[in-house]
């Protein structure tokens, strides 16, 4: 009788020292999926070719636990957050570098199952895994598998993102529902089953970026609301500013399942991190256009206008749905560790 743990094909110490089970792994698992680039020959350094000498450049790495969730895994996560970082800065993602770190004894499974959804992920975004980079460690030093990125991009003339230019009676516009990834983590973490439960909205936002564009001056700063959620990015828009923002509870977009478990377990859902989400101040003119484009899209199926800005200097503000105010605080302490 076989032992099917001991049989189950994983990660050795071997596969990061250099040799034949280094070679086996790039042959087998990396190349068949992003070879066919800058990355096909192998190279030290990727050889990019920019159209314009105006670019951006970010990076981000991926510890998330569980790493396979409701609705996504840490590979298309990390391709989705990377690429999201440079769209709502203003650009069209071009490039990814994808480093690896595993560890002794993972399954090798959930390593090809993670690279698909990277591979996948990247093709949805039309952008190339130029460069990488694969560590083992020993058992015992990390969970799985950590990812990190790093993503070049061309930045969009029409688009002048500068909080800076937001100006009283704009408008906050939100892509869709909020905090749906922080708490499908959350529930797979802690094995949390109800009905109805949260789906990560692991997904991109270039293309809500991209119809964007067309509002050029009416756009006046764009985030995704990822760790610390909406909450955080209102406080960074309003902080040390002339302006303040007012949001609104009967407005905010916030699926059944995440609000029923938000509730359960007391947390403010202000505070829950997205990562599919474009959080967007605008004219007051331009927003209903903004909303307008964004709901042609699937992913800006749920778009809503969620609050306004105000004359009271960096004050963020919730109109409750009982008739009061309350302020927005920046999220304290780590309520949702490893999300991302």
Not at 23 to 52: E, K, N, V, Y
Not at 64 to 87: C, S
Not at 145 to 165: C, K, M, Q, S, V
Not at 198 to 216: I, N, Q
Request: with cysteine.
């Amino acid at each position: 009788m076989t032992n099917p743990t001991r049989d189950t094909p994983r990660i050795l110490l071997a596969h990061g020292g250099g040799g034949r089970l280094s070679a086996q792994l790039i042959r087998d698992q990396i190349l068949p999926r992003f070879g066919h680039g800058p990355l096909a020959p192998l190279p030290d350094a990727a050889s990019l070719h920019l159209d314009t000498p105006d670019i951006l450049f970010t990076t981000d790495s991926f510890v998330v636990q569980p790493p396979l969730f409701p609705g996504g895994n840490i590979g298309d996560l990390a391709v989705y957050g990377t690429v999201n970082d440079l769209a709502v800065a203003g650009g069209r993602p071009r490039w990814l570098s994808l480093a690896l770190v595993l560890e002794e004894g993972l399954p090798l499974a959930t390593l090809q199952t993670v690279l698909d959804s990277v591979r996948d992920a990247a093709a949805r975004c039309a952008v190339l895994i130029a460069t990488g980079d694969t560590k083992v460690v020993p058992r015992g030093q990390c969970d799985g598998l950590y990812i990190n990125t790093a993503g070049i991009g061309e930045r969009l003339p029409e688009l002048t993102l500068d909080r800076r230019r937001i100006e009283a009676d704009d408008a906050v516009l939100v892509s869709g529902n909020i905090g749906d990834h922080g708490l499908a983590v959350l529930a797979a973490r802690e094995g949390i089953g109800i009905a109805g439960s949260p789906l990560s909205d692991t997904a991109p936002v270039h293309r809500l970026v991209d119809v964007a564009r067309r509002f050029g001056p009416a756009v006046r700063f764009m985030r995704d609301p990822t760790r610390g959620g909406v909450a955080a990015v209102l406080n960074e828009i309003a902080g040390g500013q002339a302006f303040g923002v007012t949001i609104e509870e009967a407005a905010l977009p916030v699926s059944p399942g995440t609000r029923a478990l938000a509730e359960m377990l007391g947390l403010d859902i202000l505070g829950v991190p997205c990562e599919g989400r474009v959080l967007m101040v605008c004219s007051a003119t331009g927003a209903t256009a903004v909303l307008d484009a964004w709901r042609t899209l699937p992913e800006g199926r749920g778009a809503a206008r969620i609050g306004t800005v105000t004359r009271d200097a960096a004050r963020v503000c919730l109109q409750t749905l009982a008739g009061g105010r309350r302020l927005i605080a920046v999220p304290q302490g780590e309520l949702l560790p490893r999300i991302c």
